[in-house]
C-alpha cells in the first residue's frame, strides 16, 4: 500500500520536460525479496522485458505492456500504465501501474491469476535515449482471492529507444 501511495503522489509532480518515444525496457533481478508468509517463501531469479509506447494517452501518461520470467517457472503477463517524470537534467523517476495474468511457479503461490503491479523506476538517461536504471515492483491481487502475499521485485534497467 506504502508503494502504491508512493507512485500515486509522483503522478502529481512535475513531468518530464523533455518527450521521448517508444522505447523497450529490460531488466534482471531478483523477486521475493521480502518473505510474508508460507506463500512466499524463496527468493527466485527474474527477467523482464516491456514495451513503453511513446503514445500519450492523458496528462503524460502512456501505455505499456511487459512480460517477466522467473527461475521457478512462474510468469507475469501484463498491460498497463506509466509517466515519466524529471528529477535533473538525466535523473527520470517513472511510476507504473499495471493488471495482468500470473502463472504460478513451483515456489511462490500468489494467489490466483489476476494480479495487479505497481512500482517505480529511477533511470539515469544516457546519450541517445538510452537509460539505465533499477526498479521496486510488488504484485498483489489486492485481496480478491482468499490468498494475497503479493511480492516484490528488485531489479536492474535498461532502457532503448526504438526511434
Do not use: C
Not at 41 to 57: D, W
Not at 107 to 119: I, V
Amino acid at each position: 500500500m506504502r508503494l502504491a501511495t508512493a507512485v500515486l503522489a509522483l503522478t502529481m509532480s512535475a513531468p518530464l520536460a523533455a518527450q521521448e518515444g517508444a522505447t523497450l525496457v529490460l531488466g534482471a533481478g531478483a523477486s521475493g525479496i521480502w518473505h510474508h508468509n508460507s506463500h512466499v517463501q524463496h527468493t527466485v531469479e527474474t527477467v523482464s522485458v516491456e514495451y513503453r509506447s511513446g503514445h500519450e494517452l492523458f496528462r503524460e501518461v502512456k501505455p505499456l505492456v511487459g512480460a517477466f520470467a522467473m527461475s521457478d517457472g512462474g510468469a507475469y503477463l501484463h498491460a498497463g500504465i506509466y509517466r515519466d517524470f524529471a528529477l535533473a537534467p538525466r535523473w527520470i523517476v517513472t511510476p507504473h501501474f499495471s493488471a495482468g495474468a500470473y502463472g504460478r511457479g513451483s515456489k511462490n503461490d500468489l494467489g490466483g491469476t489476476l494480479e495487479f503491479q505497481s512500482g517505480v523506476d529511477l533511470f539515469y538517461r544516457l546519450d541517445r535515449g538510452w537509460r539505465i536504471g533499477a526498479t521496486l515492483r510488488h504484485v498483489s491481487n489486492g485481496g480478491i482471492y482468499d490468498v494475497n502475499p503479493g511480492i516484490e521485485t528488485l531489479a536492474v534497467l535498461l532502457s532503448v529507444p526504438l526511434r
